[in-house]
């Protein structure tokens, strides 16, 4: 099992940064790609990045491409989400996820290939 705490969540204005954590515990070693998705009010769930936590590669969706950045911390077995230039749009409640099985590098932007949720950290961003 592995457990997921985000962290770092708030209430910020538009253009203001934020950086999410994730921080894992239990069969840490059984990760192979870690993810961060959201859920605004009255949506479904979207992808927002991910990370290879082998080799750090990383993918975002168009949505924040160039605004967020996902990173980690092998040794604190942490991942982060840098989210810069942040618009009312990203409002949602954040969520990182963990899989620890093998699929195709473009199916990781599914939900339903992640095992490991956390409870999630809600960032709000006003105008």
């Known amino acids: 099992q592995v457990q997921l705490v985000e962290s770092g969540g708030g209430l910020v204005q538009a253009g203001d940064s934020l950086r999410l954590s994730c921080a894992a515990s239990?069969?840490?070693?059984?990760?192979?790609?870690m993810g961060w998705f959201r859920q605004a009010p009255g949506k479904e769930r979207e992808f927002v990045a991910r990370i290879r936590w082998s080799d750090s590669r990383t993918y975002y969706a168009d949505s924040v491409k160039g605004r967020f950045t996902i990173s980690r911390d092998n040794a604190k077995n942490t991942m982060y989400l840098q989210m810069n230039s942040l618009k009312v749009e990203d409002t949602a409640d954040y969520y990182c996820?963990?899989?620890?099985?093998?699929?195709?590098?473009?199916?990781?932007?599914?939900?339903?290939?992640?095992?490991?949720w956390g409870q999630g950290t809600q960032v709000t961003v006003s105008s």
């Open positions: 996820a963990a899989a620890s099985a093998f699929y195709l590098w473009s199916d990781y932007v599914k939900g339903d290939v992640y095992k490991y």
């Open positions: 239990g069969r840490t070693g059984s990760m192979y790609v």
